[in-house]
Structures are given as structure tokens and as C-alpha cells.
């Protein structure tokens, strides 16, 4: 019997500016596999219309949700980590579709200091006026979802301890 641990497939999910790139990025360092960012896999015309400020429906999420899906699909024999926003339970559904053993750490703060955060993000297409849609979409991890929600407050270093100690022990 093999006892070594099984490569973890980690999507970091939250809003617009809570660090999930960042976050997301330090954790799959530390775990020693790749990271992508969904941001990546957006096509242009999702691109633009979030740069002029509109929402995307779901009918604009399900192609993007279903690359970020295939892309976690294709790493699930070595372990990777995606930072992808994730927002309701249909989302995370589609991404465990494909991706069947994937989990969540949901990083989870409070909406001033999201804006706080986007409105000094420099070069980035999602505004500061989306981030109420951001949060009215929000729907958190239920107790039947694999992952975890951390203080998106915390250091980076000791978001990816805490998701770290809470999967591994």
C-alpha cells in the first residue's frame, strides 16, 4: 500500500483583490507544483467587458470555467494550484466536473478593504466598481465542499501555514 500523500489540487478563490494570485502563487511554490492564474484563461471579449466595468454572467463564465477546469484536470497526477475566483457553488461544481479531487482555500475578508485593495491595484482590468457584484455573487464554501476559508487579512506566509497545517494533519 502506497502511503505517500496524494498530489492536492488547490483553487484559492475569492473575490477581486483578496490576494488569491499572490496567495495562490506562495502555495504552489511551497508545494513544489505549478501555478496558473484563471485571469490567464479569460477571452478577450470577458476581458473587456469587465474593463468597462460589467459584470460577467454566467453564460461569460461557463467557457472560462470550463478551461480552468481542464487545465486542473490535466495537473491532477502531479499536484497544482489555480487562483480563480470561484464565487458560487455552480462555479465550483463545473471546476469539480473535471477536477474531481480539487479543494478550496477561500480567502475571506470584508468588502472596505477589497476596495481598498483594487482601488490602488495598478494595471489590472477588473475596477473598483465591480467589487459589490463581487461580494453579492459570493456565495462561501458549504460544509460539504473540501477547503477552507482563511482571514484574507493574515500575511501570506501564514495563509499558506494555516491552509497547510489544516489539509496535511
Not at 74 to 93: I, P
Not at 157 to 163: G, H, I, K, Q, S
Amino acid at each position: 500500500m502506497d502511503d505517500s500523500p496524494r498530489p492536492q489540487l488547490i483553487v484559492v478563490m475569492g473575490v477581486t483583490g483578496c490576494g488569491k494570485s499572490t496567495v495562490g502563487a506562495a502555495l504552489a511554490e511551497r508545494l513544489g507544483v505549478p501555478f496558473a492564474d484563471a485571469d490567464d484563461f479569460h477571452s478577450p471579449a470577458n476581458v473587456a467587458k469587465m474593463t468597462a466595468g460589467m459584470p460577467l454572467d454566467d453564460a461569460d463564465r461557463l467557457p472560462w470555467l470550463r478551461a480552468v477546469g481542464a487545465w486542473l484536470a490535466e495537473h491532477a497526477g502531479t499536484g497544482a494550484v489555480m487562483a480563480c475566483s470561484a464565487l458560487k457553488r455552480h462555479y465550483r461544481d463545473l471546476l469539480r466536473e473535471t477536477a474531481p479531487e480539487v479543494s478550496f482555500l477561500h480567502l475571506d475578508g470584508d468588502v472596505d478593504m477589497i476596495r481598498k485593495r483594487v482601488a490602488h491595484r495598478p494595471g489590472h482590468f477588473m475596477p473598483e466598481s465591480l467589487v459589490a457584484s463581487q461580494f453579492a455573487a459570493l456565495e462561501p464554501l458549504g460544509p460539504d465542499e473540501r477547503g477552507v476559508a482563511l482571514d484574507l487579512s493574515l500575511p501570506v506566509d501564514d495563509l499558506v501555514n494555516a491552509y497547510l497545517a489544516r489539509t496535511t494533519s
